[in-house]
T-cell receptor, first 112, second 117 residues
Framework: SQQGEEDPQALSIQEGENATMNCSYK?????LQWYRQNSGRGLVHLIL?????REKHSGRLRVTLDTSKKSSSLLITASRAADTASYFC????????????FGEGTQLTVNP | ETGVTQTPRHLVMGMTNKKSLKCEQH?????MYWYKQSAKKPLELMFV???????ENNSVPSRFSPECPNSSHLFLHLHTLQPEDSALYLC????????????????FGAGSRLTVL
């Protein structure tokens, strides 16, 4: 079964609005990461949150982790057109060691 | 850009051709990965090398053959591919696959877009 699953699959917002993307996973994890991918490019690491952390910030990014619900959310505040990309969560499970399992991603479109 | 360089960026090949994808990293990392990204599907881990030793072959068909001559270079040799193998092939590297802290952060290349006719 797939580990990380993001929702929504696609999100379209106006510049300046906040964007929230969610990730659910099935098995226990050591940490959860969020990556971003611009069209036709590689993935870029954004932020990592460990299983004993509940919230983490990096610039306009805010990540939360709820291990009891096996879910995480990525909030991008004051979005910009340049934030348009696909966003993926990745988990390394207690059974898979440090191997990362990626979800299908959320396609975010920020309209100017 | 990221420290992981993939060539070629685009490749079109027939089913009987033999070609290779190349990945190079200058980050001093010891683990390198090949991922396959197809439309509407999650990234699929294909191969992992840690300190030049293959540590993962995720049931990949033998028409894909990896080679890791050193910790900085990774190749994916392709032969007799099928049209369904058309995808974006992503190379990534990390400090060490087997980190005790469990914080295995990957640095990806820009990918090689493969089209099999």
């Amino acid at each position: 079964s797939q580990q990380g699953e993001e929702d929504p699959q696609a999100l379209s917002i106006q510049e300046g609005e906040n964007a929230t993307m969610n990730c659910s996973y099935k098995t226990s994890i050591n940490n959860l990461q969020w990556y971003r991918q611009n069209s036709g490019r590689g993935l870029v690491h954004l932020i990592l949150i460990r299983s004993n952390e509940r919230e983490k910030h990096s610039g306009r990014l805010r990540v939360t982790l709820d291990t009891s619900k096996k879910s995480s959310s990525l909030l991008i505040t004051a979005s910009r057109a340049a934030d348009t990309a696909s966003y993926f969560c990745a988990t390394d499970g207690e059974t898979s060691g440090s191997r990362l399992t990626f979800g299908e991603g959320t396609q975010l479109t920020v309209n100017p | 850009e990221t420290g992981v360089t993939q060539t070629p960026r685009h490749l079109v090949m027939g089913m009987t051709n033999k070609k290779s994808l190349k990945c190079e990293q200058h980050l001093g990392h010891n683990a390198m990965y090949w991922y396959k990204q197809s439309a509407k599907k999650p990234l699929e881990l294909m191969f992992v090398y840690n300190f030049k030793e293959q540590t993962e072959n995720n049931s990949v068909p033998s028409r894909f053959s990896p080679e890791c001559p050193n910790s900085s270079h990774l190749f994916l040799h392709l032969h007799t591919l099928q049209p369904e193998d058309s995808a974006l092939y992503l190379c990534a590297s990390s400090q060490d696959e087997l980190v005790d802290s469990g914080a295995n952060v990957l640095t990806f290349g820009a990918g090689s877009r493969l089209t099999v006719l």
